[in-house]
């Protein structure tokens, strides 16, 4: 390894530690922090470079946090910088995780502390109804509210009355997407 | 084989997942809480107000912690694996495939097509909370909290951290 390769690996770690670090609310809200991170101040790629990059990462499934790190690391210095940008971005904060929950199921028993693990229940049931309300917005948005409600009512009922797996009802309909004629598209569930 | 659980348990809610991190969350919910039955609603809310009040993507600290809770290091491997890798993989090695196509109407459907499902799933995980709330906490507190919570994040737009510690607070005091 040349010095050059050392000193790129080691800009990738920290800058994609400081996005693992200062990334607040999940993969979506951290984009705009990898763009000024990777356009801005390395200039690893340019605005353009980024913006396609990212529509593509879009179009498949997974967390969007680890794509543009793991593409962007192989980008910049191959295969050991695709791991070396990913494990920045997750490492420090599933150690924490695993620290602080570990610490809390042991002292599970204590009164206060069952009360703290009771206490945050509604609050994520907030934090879960705001993302409803925010799919359920952009899900309007393209397909209609008619058939956005259609499709998630007929998703409802096969997955929680008909017991079916989620993954199932996803697969078909992104067959069904990517398979059915691109014409005109009816939102109805096929 | 509970490596192998543990693959499938993460790889398909990451693999049919549209829109990010937060999308797979109810998917996720689906596999560990209602399929394998590897923590009840509560632990895996528990989890996730200490996911959404740490910094990081949500699906890997998720996949993370399980694995750990339920196979120790090698699990957190695993599920972590099951997690980045497929999606990753996919990209690297389909990139010009997926350049010409990602205008293509079939490509942007799918992602539109998937999000309903996403947000039923995520309406039910919102109703299941609510329920271990009232079981949990009691009707009075969840509503408190809940109320609470809402107006911190909607009206003032408290950063989630502060939220999530002010519950933990009052829980420690009110709850306990």
Not at chain 1, 31 to 40: A, G, M, T, Y
Not at chain 2, 30 to 43: K, L
Request: with cysteine.
């Amino acid at each position: 390894m040349t010095p050059h390769d050392k000193a790129t690996l080691s800009a990738l770690f920290w800058t994609f530690t400081r996005v693992g670090l200062f990334g607040f609310g999940g993969g979506p809200s951290m984009i705009p922090l990898v763009q000024q991170e990777v356009v801005k101040r390395h200039a690893w790629l340019s605005d353009e470079q980024f913006a396609d990059i990212l529509a593509i990462a879009n179009t498949l499934p997974g967390p969007i946090a680890t794509k543009m790190p793991g593409y962007i690391g192989y980008r910049v210095a191959g295969a050991s910088g695709c791991v070396l940008a990913v494990v920045a971005v997750i490492l420090p904060m599933i150690v924490a995780m695993i620290a602080l929950l570990t610490v809390f199921s042991r002292y599970r028993d204590v009164g206060w502390i069952q009360g703290m693990g009771q206490a945050v229940v509604p609050v994520v049931m907030v934090m879960m109804a705001q993302l409803t309300l925010d799919f359920w917005h952009k899900s309007r948005l393209a397909l209609g509210w008619i058939a956005s409600l259609a499709m998630a009512l007929a998703a409802g009922v096969l997955i929680y009355a008909a017991g079916l797996h989620p993954g199932l009802i996803i697969g078909a309909l992104l067959l069904a997407a990517l398979l059915r004629p691109a014409r005109r598209h009816k939102g109805a569930t096929p | 084989m509970i490596y192998w659980k543990l693959f499938l348990a993460f790889f398909v809610p990451n693999i049919v997942g549209y829109g990010g991190g937060p999308a797979i969350i109810p998917l996720i919910e689906a596999e560990v809480v209602g399929r394998y039955g590897w923590m009840n609603a509560r632990e895996f809310a528990e989890t996730l107000a200490l996911g959404n009040a740490l910094p990081s993507p949500i699906a890997t600290k998720m996949a993370g912690y399980v694995g750990y809770d339920v196979a120790g290091v090698g699990g957190a491997l695993v599920a972590v694996l099951a997690t980045v890798a497929p999606s990753l993989l996919l990209m690297l090695g389909a990139l010009g495939l997926l350049q010409r196509h990602s205008d293509s109407p079939r490509v942007k459907r799918m992602s539109q097509w998937v999000r309903p499902v996403i947000t039923v799933m995520m309406a039910w995980l919102t109703w299941s909370f609510f329920s271990e709330g009232l079981t949990s906490a009691g009707l009075l507190h969840t509503l408190l909290i809940g109320t609470g919570a809402a107006v911190a994040l909607l009206r003032f737009r408290t950063h989630p951290a502060i939220v999530i510690l002010a519950a933990l607070v009052y829980g420690g005091i009110f709850l306990g």
